[in-house]
């Protein structure tokens, strides 16, 4: 018996298209389990240094993955891990993670600190992150309830030029804050909800 070209040909065809990592259905529990290792279940993160990611936009989450991927944005662990990941990988969990409810991290205030933080954040950080820093959309960053020991580590991260810091702007405008400011700051952002 003779076989059809045509047919060797879909054959031959829908095998390279289920061979390909785009065909591929993406094991988004598997994927998210990693994560939820240093994020937390659902994204949201019991670790003072390690931020929730649950509920923030997917365009934002995104594009920090694919910058840290990249090695434009410093992560300790991220960029590593991250190598491994196509970017339909890194989209789906970045979707993932948008539909997670964001959970404000409950963290003891000191009233000095969040007073501060408030007016140092009303001059220098509210014309960009408005003022609660408590939206998610397009490639902006929920802050508002963050964990205030991960803020301070990324702030101070963008005033030592020894790090890849991917916002001129924001370099900028951390430039202009004392270590006592960037305390403060974290303060006022992680007391906000």
Same mark, same amino acid.
């Given at each position: 018996?003779?076989?059809?070209?045509?047919?060797?040909?879909?054959?031959?065809?829908?095998?390279?298209?289920?061979?390909?990592?785009?065909?591929?259905?993406?094991?988004?529990?598997?994927?998210?389990?990693?994560?939820?290792?240093?994020?937390?279940?659902?994204?949201?993160?019991?670790?003072?240094?390690?931020?929730?990611?649950?509920?923030?936009?997917?365009?934002?989450?995104?594009?920090?993955?694919?910058?840290?991927?990249?090695?434009?944005?410093?992560?300790?662990?991220?960029?590593?891990?991250? @190598?491994?990941?196509?970017?339909?990988?890194?989209? %789906?969990? +970045?979707?993932?993670?948008?539909?997670? !409810?964001? $959970?404000? =991290?409950?963290?003891?205030?000191?009233?000095?600190?969040?007073?501060?933080?408030?007016?140092?954040?009303?001059?220098?950080?509210?014309?960009?992150?408005?003022?609660?820093?408590?939206?998610?959309?397009?490639?902006?960053?929920?802050?508002?309830?963050?964990?205030?020991?991960?803020?301070?580590?990324?702030?101070?991260?963008?005033?030592?030029? @020894?790090?890849?810091?991917?916002?001129?702007?924001? %370099?900028? +405008?951390?430039?202009?804050?004392?270590? !006592?400011? $960037?305390? =403060?700051?974290?303060?006022?952002?992680?007391?906000?909800?």
């Amino acid at each position: 018996m003779r076989k059809s070209p045509l047919l060797s040909i879909v054959v031959f065809c829908g095998a390279i298209a289920a061979s390909s990592p785009f065909a591929a259905d993406i094991n988004i529990n598997g994927l998210a389990n990693t994560c939820n290792s240093c994020h937390g279940m659902g994204g949201f993160s019991v670790g003072l240094a390690n931020p929730s990611i649950g509920g923030q936009s997917a365009d934002y989450l995104n594009k920090v993955m694919l910058e840290q991927r990249k090695g434009d944005r410093y992560s300790s662990v991220m960029g590593r891990l991250l @190598k491994n990941y196509t970017d339909e990988e890194i989209a %789906a969990l +970045a979707d993932y993670y948008s539909k997670q !409810e964001w $959970i404000a =991290a409950t963290q003891e205030k000191e009233l000095r600190l969040v007073m501060r933080g408030k007016r140092v954040h009303n001059m220098v950080c509210k014309k960009c992150h408005g003022a609660k820093d408590n939206k998610a959309k397009d490639e902006s960053l929920r802050l508002a309830g963050q964990w205030a020991g991960y803020i301070q580590i990324v702030l101070n991260r963008y005033a030592d030029p @020894k790090y890849k810091r991917p916002s001129d702007e924001m %370099a900028e +405008a951390v430039n202009s804050l004392t270590p !006592e400011d $960037i305390e =403060a700051v974290a303060h006022f952002v992680a007391s906000n909800k």
